[in-house]
């Protein structure tokens, strides 16, 4: 870590409080030290990450197990990487890679018992994340539910039910056609 090599002198802490100052942290800065770009993060738990939590949740469970997303999902769900971004609200779990420790994820998924209470409706989530160096550094105080976050071009009751995969497809073609 570079904290192992920079020793603590009034410049390097003037730096950091600089650095780590809210309108910096949010406007984004250069550091003097190693010339990178710093600054969070804000993002939404969108109508993306609402449609693959949904879509995980009639695929998987604690009990159920793991599924290997990249093979098993629909396109709808690998666009944009979204379904990963909801392990940042806790709501999904990634199984470990016992193949190639040296790769994060195994690219296998499965939804937790805090997920299928958001899905359900049961609970309600912070509606940003504020990210930094890759992790999450704070929660917003305003929530959403399932709902508010599907928005309007999705109706939940219809993808709880036993025809969810019709309903979605039917969806998302007429969204990438531009029909809805």
Request: with cysteine; net charge positive.
């Amino acid at each position: 870590m570079i904290d192992d090599y920079i020793e603590d002198t009034d410049s390097v802490r003037y730096t950091r409080r600089w650095i780590f100052e809210p309108e910096q942290i949010k406007k984004g800065s250069i550091c003097p030290v190693c010339d990178q770009i710093v600054r969070e993060y804000k993002r939404k738990l969108n109508s993306g990450m609402a449609t693959s939590l949904i879509w995980l949740y009639h695929e998987t469970s604690p009990i159920f197990g793991f599924i290997h997303v990249p093979s098993k999902a629909p396109r709808y769900v690998l666009t944009g990487s979204q379904l990963q971004k909801l392990f940042c609200w806790q709501l999904i779990l990634p199984e470990p890679n016992k193949d190639d420790p040296a790769k994060k994820c195994s690219g296998k998924w499965c939804i937790n018992n805090k997920g299928i209470n958001f899905v359900c409706g049961r609970s309600v989530e912070p509606m940003y994340i504020y990210i930094y160096n890759g992790k999450v550094n704070a929660f917003s105080e305003r929530t959403t539910t399932i709902q508010e976050a599907l928005g309007n071009k999705f109706h939940y009751q219809q993808m709880m039910q036993a025809n969810w995969r019709e309903y979605l497809d039917a969806v998302t073609h007429e969204i990438q056609t531009g029909d809805l």
